[in-house]
């Protein structure tokens, strides 16, 4: 599907509002009965258009269904330009008096109304993300305000955010870039300056002098190229951006040019006064569109014309309008031919909109007219929902409910393998120290048994000597021998332990490591219990060789 | 030919044994199956190699419905074997590989397959011998569903619905003992309208043939069971599950047919509020899903009203079980006047719509059913109040979050009354003075659910109605920050989870408009809380560090502050464990959103608060990590944090405001180092996220503002002179014109007449703003932007000699020179113009002098905490 952009023409004088096709130039529809004033259009949301009627206290709503009026809403004054948040939540309203309108659109409900300016209000829009209202007027100052604080009904006086008041004539046109609130805002005045303004430093960065009184001006929305429409009916453009300094001149090549309309070549002679004053009049509205590669231009005498950008040739003309253009507005096709005038349910389906209050009431505070989508929430049940009347968990969810725990399992498996890795092998640590207590245990024991042999043979009368020395001798044996049991037994943990090591590289599975460790473990210790009943009978038989043997051996013996 | 035969052979069997891999433990019989299969692939495939793709699969696929009915339909029928959960779920997965099932009963050839298969299906679930086969005749019923074209359904609508009302009818009479099989019949119920619905006819066959009442009526059976429950004792009482699936039905009944369900609406809100108001928390979920749904049953005229309607009557229970849970309490009066009753819409309102009556009596309906009886005791009350509170803050919830037909008016006002009403008794109020028969333990845990779901509340309307909320902030915010700035007394820690979270909420949704009441006094509750918990032995162990190396290191120098601020952050009473990280984890978070959202817009001095915290706090954490003191149990241990505290730096980055130094150098140095340096992946990805945007702020694919000089400028305007001077001798028919050197000259002697008389306006409102500002004339623009100090710093150090800036005097004077333009030859000019450069750059040089002053300024305390 082909997405097709459409432009919305407003002029002063003729009597409709005509959307064109931008890309083949074919007439899309008219909405009858309206002609605007100069910013007068503004899109509410993504359904609805409000026009500002020029030269009356009256201000159309439209919807894109219907070609007609919704609404044809009276005001308290001559209407003037318009805007509304991107939501289409609030409409905002400026007039000849300098004073603003706010409105609620679901509602109607007129919020509040104050005097925003010492003239005539030319321009009025919010920033890209609806934080602030800009409004420009004939006093040359640009206001900015709190949405915040229009809205607050405890703040009976308004107060400015900032002021701007460089400018030293009438403001004509105001585009607010992208960047909500640390956006730029480039606005463009009689005073011939297009001046450039940081919301969040609150000043101008930069000012522009043009050689004509200024009367709109768009930016691309990376915002690189400039566009200024004069009231010598030259379009300027500026490049902001310099992409690089060593190619200056190919740079200043394209840095300066302007679109000129289709003069003819008589006329060139007295090119400049003539050529405001003549056949082409001066630009009133300009807009891009979306990939900034088409300028759409409207002049004072009712001409809209479409340039290439890059190339600054006029692709298309379009000279059906009476009277000035004074708004053009870019957007995605909103019209569904097969829809259009038919009167359905369609008009409750829509986002909820009331004709607008002439003056204030308190009807905004009690309700708010919604109309509501699904959000995501935690609702367990309608989970269940979901997952029951879906292929893929209805049959036997308890086995999927199984499967995804067994992966979840294997999982934190995969993730904790290190960790369980480690905790092993504290374990195993642990198991070691514990036999080494045990072996330290058997130790002590074999020497009380020894004692107890040597006092047993004390008490039989033998000699004190022959018994020490049979003492010193059983004792070094036993050393000897718990020596190499030691070695021996530090030789199989350091054996086991490699083991671990490898078979925890292999990640092999862990819990039967374990299980098989302490078996292996517990061999030992049997191995080693038997031992230990053997060696008090040592000293016995010692004691008998002893008796039998003579008693020189024995230290031969203690010696070896 | 024959390679590419054998090897997509091989693929086809090894495709085989993955199938056969799949199911676990697999029964002889699937085996037996799968055997079958494979060697009829394997068959095909040798012998019609050309056609593989095709004509295999589909004989393949008959091949398996002709087994599965022969081997198990059959034979289950005749008992020769037992189906258990494993062969059904294989089988199932064998119908839909491939799009098995599908592809056979949907092609007209297999006619007779399909009615064998659908027969034997209706036999088995008519079997009363054995339940097992029911049931698996009911799920390949509802397999069969899924997969039904329009034929399909057209020729078998009716047989199936007789089929599962008699099921249905069969396993209600059984009771508890046929629940699972209750449930089958259920969901295949639910899928055959959902189907039905699809092609108006089926969907007219349903709706008009008396079968979505009968369909009702079984789904609407285990809760007339339970009334019945007391009287029959032969009747046993449905188990939950048995409600929780008849609530899905007509949950999904209403999905499919809406406005057609409307003659039983009546019906279904005596059971939705029922179950509301019920103890199981399962079923009241459920029961807030159905009542949600059931404005969609009114159709398109009147959802609205009774939408209305039906949040009336929520709000006012709600209204009342507050009443009754804070009688007692002295309370704002605007709140306890308006009435407890809940009203019919006015008759304007009702008046224009058709069936005016039926529709009244609708909603006199609805507004009848009744709440339950009050309970005695304070201990009942309690329990039943909180609950069915909670319960209808959920529905309401619901509600607000299920799509409406029509646009409808949500009483906004009340809502937001009632929730401050519940929000302004906090604890404090209650443990000074106990006001009724609650005992302080009840008061404390009524308080504590009725704040929690408040918040809950809070956050969906803020998720809801987004920018409409902008109205209420002032009073929200207030009442959202109380308990942050008295937040001993909310030692709950799910109560302030959920306060932070709908904070949060709040911050999305109303975007940069809460920077003035809300953010600002936010900032420094937030500061507070996001301090780490370092615990005090180790805190000990530091300083002693610390005092050995005293001196040595500035960087103990430099985390000094930040440390003094986390011991200010240990509370010896309280209980550190996880949870207390959570805490600071969902403070970062709403302080990341709020720099996100209106980071720009809090202030220098604030600004600056956050951004000397949040640098320290990463350094710290950095330092910490270096010499591997990472502790235990501190909260730098936990990822989530360490990751939120790089990802609010990088808001700060990625936000400058003027006159504050930047964070930037800070956080690009700071967040390669955590990218190489820091253990866990999560953090890791954060930095390298924060990397790779500051560096795309270092270096820009669109730079700053920038100004040509003036030199090139005129040369380009000499070249576009004489290209039009050729295009003019060449052809005049070009549609883009430039002027020619004489109007040029006309031109230019007119815009300085215009200069001369403007320049006296421009000049006096140049002097009274900002020296720095500059004024350019015709298309040149500023190269001094001041964008980001960052930037600009790069930029200037990068650039010195290249970039120029311009005066206003030298520009204007200079580009709408006569001599400039009137030259054509370019030698004189060119003179004029080096003179003018030569002016300039001297300008230039003095200006770029203060502006590296400035930055060195900036470039200073980076240097020294480094």
Same mark, same amino acid.
């Given at each position: ?166 400018? @030293? ?107 405001? @004053? ?10 891009? =569109? ?97 997952? =029951? ?172 | ?420 009403? +519940? ?23 009524? +308080? ?76 420094? +509750? ?341």
């Amino acid at each position: 599907m082909v997405v097709s952009e459409v432009i919305t023409l407003a002029s002063k004088d003729d009597t409709g509002i005509y959307l064109y096709d931008l890309r083949n130039g074919t007439l899309q529809t008219t909405l009858t009965n309206s002609s605007a004033v100069d910013n007068g259009v503004c899109l509410i949301g993504t359904e609805y258009v409000a026009v500002s009627q020029s030269g009356k206290a009256l201000l159309h709503l439209y919807s894109w269904n219907k070609d007609s009026p919704m609404y044809k809403i009276p005001m308290q004054e001559k209407t003037g330009p318009l805007c509304a948040t991107s939501d289409g939540l609030y409409c905002c309203m400026g007039t000849a008096s300098g004073t603003i309108y706010i409105w609620e659109t679901a509602s109607g409900a007129l919020v509040r109304t104050w005097e925003a300016h010492y003239n005539k209000i030319t321009t009025i829009t919010f920033t890209r993300d609806d934080c602030f209202l800009l409004s420009g007027g004939d006093d040359g100052v640009i206001n900015v305000w709190t949405l915040e604080s229009l809205l607050n009904k405890e703040e009976s006086l308004m107060r400015t955010k900032t002021s701007f008041t460089d400018h @030293s004539l009438g403001i004509t046109s105001i585009y607010c870039g992208y960047g909500g609130s640390n956006s730029r805002v480039y606005s463009v005045s009689n005073d011939r300056t297009c001046r450039v303004w940081d919301l969040v430093q609150q000043r101008a960065i930069t000012s522009i002098v043009f050689p004509t009184n200024l009367t709109s001006v768009v930016v691309d929305a990376s915002e690189t190229v400039l566009y200024v429409g004069g009231g010598d009916g030259v379009i300027y453009q500026t490049d902001l951006i310099s992409l690089s300094q060593t190619s200056l001149d190919m740079q200043h090549s394209q840095q300066q040019q302007s679109f000129v309309t289709n003069v003819s070549n008589q006329l060139q002679q007295q090119l400049k006064k003539t050529f405001v @004053s003549s056949s082409s009049k001066s630009i009133t509205a300009l807009n891009l =569109s979306f990939d900034g590669s088409l300028l759409i231009s409207g002049t004072l005498d009712g001409q809209c014309n479409i340039w290439d950008t890059f190339s600054r040739q006029t692709v298309r003309s379009i000279a059906s309008l009476k009277g000035a253009i004074t708004s053009i507005q870019v957007l995605f096709n909103p019209i569904d031919n097969l829809s259009m005038n038919q009167d359905s349910n369609r008009k409750q389906s829509n986002q909820p909109l009331q004709p607008f209050e002439k003056y204030t009431s308190d009807k905004a505070s009690s309700n708010i007219p919604i109309k509501l989508s699904t959000l995501p929430i935690n609702n367990q049940f309608n989970q269940l929902i979901e997952s =029951s009347l879906t292929f893929n968990n209805q049959y036997n969810p308890s086995i999927n409910n199984n499967t995804q725990q067994q992966e979840s399992t294997e999982e934190s498996n995969n993730n904790n393998n290190i960790s369980n890795n480690e905790e092993n092998i504290a374990n195993m640590v642990k198991e070691i120290n514990r036999f080494k207590q045990e072996l330290d245990k058997q130790k002590k024991l074999n020497r009380k048994l020894v004692d107890q042999m040597v006092e047993d043979s004390i008490s039989k009368g033998d000699d004190k000597q022959q018994i020490q020395k049979q003492r010193e001798a059983i004792m070094n044996k036993n050393l000897m021998e718990i020596e190499k049991q030691d070695k021996e037994e530090r030789k199989k943990e350091q054996q086991e332990q490699k083991q671990k090591q490898q078979q925890q590289k292999k990640q092999e599975k862990v819990a039967a490591a374990v299980e098989q460790e302490p078996e292996e473990e517990q061999d030992l210790i049997l191995l080693e219990k038997p031992k230990t009943p053997k060696q008090p009978k040592k000293p016995a038989q010692a004691k008998q060789s002893a008796k039998k043997v003579p008693i020189k051996a024995l230290p031969s013996k203690a010696k070896k | 030919m024959a390679p590419t035969a054998t090897k997509k052979q091989q693929q086809n069997n090894a495709n085989n044994n993955n199938k056969n891999k799949r199911p676990v433990e697999t029964t002889p019989t699937i085996n037996k199956v799968k055997k079958v299969k494979s060697s009829n692939t394997s068959t095909s495939t040798s012998t019609k190699t050309t056609t593989f793709d095709q004509i295999p699969k589909i004989q393949n696929n008959l091949e398996i419905i002709k087994d599965i009915i022969d081997q198990y339909f059959e034979s289950s029928q005749q008992q020769s074997i037992s189906i258990t959960k494993d062969i059904e779920s294989t089988i199932v997965q064998l119908l839909h590989h491939n799009q098995c099932l599908c592809k056979v009963l949907n092609v007209k050839e297999n006619n007779k397959i399909a009615l064998k298969w659908v027969q034997s299906i209706a036999s088995m679930i008519r079997n009363k011998e054995d339940k097992n086969v029911s049931l698996f005749g009911l799920t390949m019923l509802v397999e069969t569903i899924r997969i039904a074209n329009y034929e399909l359904m057209v020729e078998y609508q009716n047989q199936w619905c007789t089929l599962l009302t008699e099921a249905a009818t069969d396993a209600t009479r059984k009771g508890t003992a046929a629940a699972d099989k209750y449930q089958l019949v259920m969901v295949a119920m639910s899928l055959l309208v959902d189907k039905s619905a699809l092609w108006n006819d089926t969907r007219r066959s349903i709706t008009s043939n008396n079968t979505i009442n009968s369909f009702i009526t079984s789904a609407t059976a285990p809760f007339t069971n339970t009334t019945n429950a007391t009287n029959t004792t032969n009747t046993t009482s449905s188990s939950n599950a048995e409600k929780l699936s008849g609530v899905l039905a007509i949950c999904s009944f209403i999905d499919s047919l809406d406005a057609s369900i409307k003659p039983f609406v009546g019906r279904l809100e005596v059971i939705a509020y029922s179950l509301l108001f019920g103890s199981d928390s399962q079923l009241s979920e459920a029961a807030t899903s159905l009542i949600s749904r059931l404005p969609k049953c009114i159709g398109v005229s009147a959802a609205d009203i009774y939408w209305g309607v039906s949040l009336n009557k929520i709000i006012t229970s709600m209204d009342v079980s507050v009443d009754r849970l804070f009688k007692g309490i002295p309370s704002d009066k605007s709140n306890l006047v308006q009435s407890r009753v809940v009203l019919l819409p006015k008759n304007a309102a009702t008046g224009a719509i058709e069936g005016n009556d039926q529709l009244n009596a609708h909603l006199t309906h609805l507004i009848n059913i009744a709440t339950p009886a009050l309970p005695t005791t304070p201990s009942q009350i309690t329990e039943q109040e909180t609950r069915s509170f909670q319960n209808l803050t959920s529905c309401l919830s619901s509600i607000l979050t299920t799509s409406t037909l029509t646009a409808c008016q949500l009483p906004i006002d009340r809502i937001i009354k009632l929730i401050s009403r +519940i929000l302004n008794i906090g604890f404090t109020q209650i443990s000074s003075n106990p006001y009724n028969d609650f005992t302080l333990i009840q008061q404390v845990s009524i +308080i504590t659910k009725l704040h929690c779901s408040s918040y809950q509340l809070l956050s969906i309307l803020f998720k809801v109605l987004r920018k409409a909320m902008v109205p209420f902030i002032k009073t929200l915010s207030s009442t959202l920050l109380r308990p942050l700035r008295v937040m001993e007394s909310y030692t709950n820690l799910k109560i302030q989870k959920d306060l932070f979270e709908t904070i949060k909420d709040a911050i999305e949704a109303i975007g940069a408009s809460c920077s003035d009441s809300l953010a600002v006094p936010l900032v420094p +509750i937030l500061l507070k809380q996001i301090l780490p918990y370092i615990p005090e032995q180790q805190q000990a162990a530091i300083q002693e560090k610390k005092t050995k190396k005293k001196g040595a290191q500035p960087e103990a120098q430099m985390t000094g502050p930040a440390q003094q601020q986390t011991v200010g952050n240990v509370d010896a009473t309280k209980i550190h464990d996880g949870s207390d990280h959570q805490l600071r984890v969902s403070a970062l978070q709403v302080l990341e959103s709020l720099l996100i959202n209106a980071g720009s817009l809090l202030g220098s001095s604030v600004r600056t608060q956050i951004d000397s915290t949040i640098v320290s706090l990463v350094m710290h954490c950095q330092t910490l990590l270096v010499k591997k003191l990472i502790f235990v149990n501190s909260s730098y241990q936990c990822d989530t944090y360490r990751s939120l505290l790089y990802s609010c730096m990088l808001q700060l980055a990625i936000k400058p405001i003027s006159g504050i130094p930047p964070v930037l150098p800070y956080t690009i140095r700071l967040m390669s180092n955590g990218a190489s340096t820091d253990n866990s992946p999560q953090v890791r990805s954060t930095c390298i996220q924060g990397v790779s945007i500051c560096e795309s702020i270092i270096h820009p694919q669109c730079p700053n503002l920038q100004a040509p000089t003036i030199h090139s400028n005129l040369s380009s305007l000499k070249k576009s002179i004489n290209q039009y001077q050729l295009e003019n001798n060449n052809s005049n028919n070009n549609n883009n014109h430039f002027f020619n050197q004489q109007q040029q000259e006309q031109e230019i002697d007119q815009v300085e007449q215009d200069e001369q008389e403007s320049g006296s306006d421009e000049e006096s409102g140049s002097v009274s703003d900002d020296d720095e500002k500059l004024d350019i004339s015709l298309n040149d623009i500023d190269d001094e932007d001041e964008e980001d100090e960052e930037e600009e710093e790069e930029t200037i150090i990068s650039t010195t000699s290249k970039t120029t800036t311009t005066t206003t005097s030298g520009m204007k004077s200079g580009l709408f020179n006569d001599l400039s333009f009137n030259s054509a030859t370019s030698a004189s000019s060119k003179n004029n113009n080096n003179k003018k450069q030569q002016q300039q750059q001297q300008d230039i040089s003095e200006d770029e002098d203060e502006d590296l002053d400035f930055d060195i300024v900036d470039e200073s305390p980076s240097e020294d905490e480094n």
